[in-house]
């Protein structure tokens, strides 16, 4: 019998887990939807202030992971673990937790991704500069092929890697996320 997820070491997560992008998948709206409407009705007492799809898989037309992001935005006056505490009886896998911010999987198993993996992200409302960039990629055809061609690039180089992969996108990210909060101002 196989270990456990919580048993692995970081590099057997990385090898069973890779990087892997896959063609733009129309399907990714759907998953959006439907996990969607899971968190609103788990989350129902919580003090939700929006719930966004984010992250490549909702930019139009771009290869990205097999992996739909979503962040949660909860009220600046809550507990936020107490929201996570919702999150994780739900059947959710806590992944990260930093200051004021708590990331969650579904989707991972000991034998590899299930056919739907999310990613979800819980924050304070206000803390959501993936929804700038989104929306910037979304209304600038070039950039984001640009970050597909960067991403493209960086998929097997990086591909057990997961950590360097996303360090290596950072400076594009933030120079554009910088870009559309300057031309959205107060969007969000």
Known sequence: MG???SQMSLEE???LFPIFLVAHDDKWDL???EIESVLK???SDCPIERISHIGSTAISGI???NI???LIEVSKDSDIENTAKVIENSGFIRMSTAVNRISFNRGYTAKGFADKVYHVHLRYAGDNDELYF???LNEHDQIAKEYETMKLQLWKQFEHDRDAYTNAKTAFVKKWTFEAKKVY???Y
């Open 3 to 5: 270990k456990e997820l």
């Open 13 to 15: 997560l990385w090898d």
């Open 31 to 33: 998953g959006y939807a």
């Open 41 to 43: 009705s788990i989350l």
């Open 63 to 65: 290869w990205a992971k």
């Open 68 to 70: 739909v992001d979503v």
């Open 134 to 136: 989104r929306d910037y």
């Open 185 to 187: 101002r107060g969007r």
